[in-house]
């Protein structure tokens, strides 16, 4: 079955500075890929998507590219700011017979140093 | 709208104890989930319904059942509670694959710790 890959477990940055977090996933069926925030002791929240169709996607300080030759793909945060400071979730959607069934990363935990 | 409920918020059992958690929501998906969290392991699926009367395991299934008692509501029921199943668990709801949103909507959560 599938499989997603994230890393990394931790990361620190300073405010202003780029964030990136990369995941990687085994079926190569696999065609689409969100990305979850999660506050301390709140809901996990969609902040951006891409399909498998698309290479890159854009929102403002945040981007996910796709590398479906390599199966990774990777969130991009620009000029990060301390209310960034959360848990990153990836996920990909395997082909599970129209199934919107997603499989998580174990997460990354972001902190944004003032 | 007030999207994805759960009760309870939280909740202490003793091993072998049973316990039913609800989940409704108001969006009128036909896709409803039930995942638990465990620090370092993301989000795993226990179970699935993909519409009201049908219900299909996930990754982590053992220990659980489940009911879509109607198109708003899925329950997880622990029939025999394990300190194993000490997690916080999110119930999600969804539109199918193909519909033009496939964004999966979170409950705010219960915290269940079994002793």
């Known amino acids: 079955g599938e499989n997603v890959e994230q890393h990394p477990s931790t990361l620190s940055v300073q405010e202003g500075d780029s964030a990136v977090i990369k995941c990687t996933y085994s079926d190569s069926a696999s065609n689409y890929f969100p990305w979850y925030k999660q506050e301390l002791g709140k809901r996990p929240q969609l902040i951006i998507d891409?399909?498998?169709?698309?290479g890159e996607k854009k929102d403002q300080r945040i981007a996910v590219t796709l590398n479906k030759t390599a199966k990774h793909f990777s969130l991009h945060i620009t000029e990060t700011q301390p209310e960034d400071s959360a848990v990153y979730f990836c996920?990909?959607?395997?082909?599970?017979?129209?199934?919107?069934?997603?499989?998580f990363g174990a997460g990354t935990r972001l902190a944004v140093h003032p | 709208n007030a999207g994805v409920t759960q009760t309870p918020k939280f909740q202490v059992l003793k091993t072998g104890q049973s316990m039913t958690l609800q989940c409704a929501q108001d969006m009128n998906h036909n896709s409803m989930y039930w995942y638990r969290q465990d620090p370092g392991m993301g989000l795993r699926l226990i179970y699935y319904?993909?519409?009201?009367?049908?219900?299909d395991k996930g990754e982590v299934p053992n220990g659980y059942n489940v009911s879509r008692l109607n198109k708003r509501e899925f329950s997880l029921r622990l029939e025999s509670a394990a300190p194993s199943q000490t997690s916080v668990y999110f119930c999600?709801?969804?539109?199918?694959?193909?519909?033009?949103?496939?964004?999966?909507?979170f409950g705010p959560g219960t915290r269940l710790t079994v002793t």
């Open positions: 319904s993909a519409s009201e009367g049908t219900t």
């Open positions: 999600a709801s969804s539109e199918e694959v193909g519909a033009p949103s496939w964004e999966q909507y």
């Open positions: 996920a990909a959607l395997p082909f599970s017979g129209g199934y919107n069934k997603l499989i």
């Open positions: 891409i399909r498998s169709n698309v």
